[in-house]
């Protein structure tokens, strides 16, 4: 496996399947989001790559440590080609990930020694 994106901390909309017609669309906002989108901050976000195809992997922090909060294999990724900038990707399963990077340190935030080789609590991709 290795690490093709990571970003953190960054800011994420998530859309649920066949919400909109062009997931290149989607932009990272928390006002106007389609019906059924969440607006997350301060997550990490690490795209790896492994003989299967690329993976999708976002953490957050939590009181007790990191945590894992979504996994789940590519369809299809659009890399802006800057960080600062939108970028979007395609589930398997058809959810839309806008993301970017949020300036600033987050200092204090357990997620900026959060590895995604480390062993995380178990979560079932739909698509497998």
């Given at each position: 496996m290795r690490v093709l994106h990571d970003l953190f901390p960054a800011f994420?909309?998530?859309?649920?399947?066949?919400?909109?017609?062009d997931f290149k669309s989607v932009a990272v906002?928390?006002?106007d989001l389609p019906t059924g989108a969440r607006y997350l901050e301060r997550v990490r976000i690490?795209?790896?790559?492994?003989?299967?195809?690329?993976?999708?992997?976002?953490?957050?922090?939590?009181?007790t440590g990191p945590r894992l909060i979504f996994s789940e294999r590519l369809a299809d990724l659009n890399w802006s080609g800057n960080k600062t900038d939108d970028s979007?990707?395609?589930?398997?399963?058809?959810?839309?990930i806008a993301f970017k990077y949020q300036k600033g340190c987050n200092c204090g935030s357990r997620l900026r020694s959060w590895s995604p080789y480390q062993t995380m609590d178990s979560i079932k991709d739909p698509t497998s």
């Open positions: 994420i909309t998530v859309v649920p399947p066949n919400t909109v017609d906002k928390s006002s690490v795209v790896t790559s492994d003989d299967k195809g690329d993976i999708v992997m976002v953490a957050a922090d939590h009181h979007q990707l395609i589930t398997k399963s058809g959810k839309i």
